[in-house]
């Protein structure tokens, strides 16, 4: 356990949590100070050990008071009211060497109250400490000079002697807690103008996520409308040719509905995870065009999401390609691999099967020009290579960023 931690509050301030974390931090220092100058003395003054023995433990009765109140204003008031005692119990009924460690503290004590409790309560322990050490000073205090003597001015004149320089302590103090007051006070303001303005932009943004997502599944059901249209349309085509047509058409109708229904299902709506979203497409075109061959695929991704205005033309492409070696590469079985690499600031994809194309057909063909226009609008380039074992597909230095 780090015992210069502070245990956990319900404050949510910035300066009440920084008061908080201070009075810990300055007891733990205390304390430790405390009990180390107490067992030096133990062995040389047990006079001030037993002094040094009470502030120790004053020191850890505040700890306590701060680990079970959580409340650094209670535990403030305990130490104030606890050291003050301690001080002035040892200047009178001590018989103490020197007097100006007690002088010492009680100023440190005074600058811990104003900063800690303001000056309202600063200035009335200031007026006690001056009330209480005069009152040691005239009726026990038996230094060098014997001011038992004095006349009355004299003793007047060592009063305030002795007031003005903690006056002119006081006095700075009062500035510093001053300012500091007025710092405090527009901070606050300024903090609850911010919080406010927060609440409302996070308010404002979840409306428009919610809106959006609304957006994003009502298009998607109005391309699936399309599609099941299309379908039935399709069916009561007699001419094959115009039929496989209409089936490209809604798989490409079909790969903008699936975008639209992922970007829905997503919290960050402006990103689309790549991996999933392609497996997803591949299974539908798949079952759409009814397939009975089994097909493996492979995907391996740098990237994990891309954004949505350059996924449209990147999901048609892949699409495109998909359809193709459903329809025309496979025989017995097929084996599809797709690699998104990157490149800097770029994506190079690359497609892979392992069907067997034929040339003539692929040239003419709708699709493959599509993929070809989609490929410069990304500001890359295609590229085609034949293999023995299948075909690769090179899409290069594609610009998805957006």
Not at 34 to 45: G, K, M, P, S
Not at 111 to 126: H, R, S
Not at 128 to 155: A, H, K, P, W
Request: hydrophobic fraction near 45%; aromatic fraction near 14%.
């Amino acid at each position: 356990m780090n015992l210069f931690k502070a245990p956990s509050h319900t404050y949510t301030e910035f300066l009440d949590i920084s008061k908080y974390k201070t009075t810990w931090v300055v007891n733990i220092y205390m304390s430790l100070y405390l009990l180390v100058i107490d067992l030096y003395y133990l062995f040389f003054d047990f006079l001030s050990f037993k002094i040094y023995a009470f502030g120790f433990a004053i020191s850890l009765l505040g700890l306590l008071v701060l680990y079970i109140t959580r409340n650094y204003i209670k535990t403030t008031f305990v130490l104030v009211i606890t050291v003050f005692a301690l001080v002035f119990f040892s200047i009178f009924f001590f018989d103490l060497k020197s007097d100006v460690l007690e002088v010492e503290w009680l100023m440190v004590l005074l600058v811990f109250t104003f900063f800690k409790l303001g000056e309202i309560i600063g200035i009335t322990l200031l007026v006690l400490e001056i009330s209480l050490f005069s009152l040691y000073v005239f009726m026990f205090y038996r230094g060098d000079v014997d001011i038992t003597n004095y006349s009355t001015v004299q003793f007047i004149g060592f009063l305030i002697e002795f007031s003005f320089p903690l006056f002119i302590l006081v006095y700075y103090v009062y500035l510093s807690v001053k300012s500091n007051k007025i710092s405090e006070k527009k901070l606050r303001s300024t903090h609850a103008v911010l919080q406010e303005q927060f609440l409302k932009i996070k308010e404002q943004h979840e409306e428009k996520t919610v809106l959006l997502k609304e957006i994003h599944h009502r298009v998607k059901n109005n391309l699936q409308v399309i599609t099941s249209l299309l379908r039935l349309q399709s069916s009561d085509l007699n001419q094959n040719d115009v039929k496989i047509h209409f089936d490209d058409a809604i798989n490409r109708i079909m790969t903008l509905s699936l975008i639209h229904q992922k970007m829905y299902q997503k919290d960050n709506l402006s990103l689309i995870d790549t991996q999933d979203y392609f497996n997803t497409l591949i299974a539908d075109l798949i079952t759409s065009l009814s397939v009975n061959i089994p097909v493996q695929l492979k995907i391996n991704s740098e990237i994990d999401y891309i954004g949505t205005k350059s996924f449209v033309p990147l999901a048609l492409i892949i699409s495109e390609l998909v359809s193709n070696s459903l329809k025309h590469a496979f025989k017995n079985d097929g084996y599809i691999a797709i690699d998104f690499v990157k490149q800097n600031h770029l994506v190079n994809v690359r497609y892979f099967d392992n069907g067997n194309w034929k040339d003539e057909q692929e040239k003419s063909s709708f699709g493959i020009q599509l993929v070809q226009t989609l490929c410069q609008q990304l500001g890359g380039t295609y590229k085609r290579e034949i293999l023995s074992k299948g075909t690769t597909y090179h899409l290069l230095e594609l610009d998805v960023n957006d």
